[in-house]
């Protein structure tokens, strides 16, 4: 099989990523981006009577911002996934985070054999 070169949008898509990442490293923006996703949880419930799905849309971002920044918020997710499967399949499924995709390949393997 024949290689081919990346293209230039999957080149400048790695160059984002590794900025966001470089950026995630300093302290100050990490603190502002927890803070920022902790706003967004707690004004979710208050969205949530408006039409249209804008309390799940809060909760779901800064429950992303939560766990990107904050090593105690993933072990807690960590252990509210094990205590409650279903809901946190479905949570791992809407943040599209690598763990479900492996599970899920996981689950379909086991399956087939």
């Given amino acids: 099989m024949v290689a081919t070169a990346p293209h230039a949008h999957q080149i400048s898509e790695v160059m984002a990523r590794n900025r966001f990442k470089s950026w995630m490293q300093i302290p100050a923006l990490r603190l502002a981006l927890f803070v920022l ?20 849309l809060f909760f779901a971002l800064g429950l992303g911002l939560v766990l990107q920044t904050s090593a105690w918020a993933r072990r807690r997710y960590v252990v509210f996934k094990r205590r409650y499967p279903k809901p946190a399949e479905l949570a791992d499924w809407s943040l599209r985070r690598p763990s479900h995709k492996r599970r899920m390949a996981r689950k379909k393997q086991a399956k087939d054999d």
Wanted: proline share 20%; hydrophobic share 50%.
């Fill in 37 to 56: 996703g902790l706003l967004l949880i707690m004004t979710a419930p208050l969205v949530t009577p408006l039409p249209g799905p804008g309390g799940i």
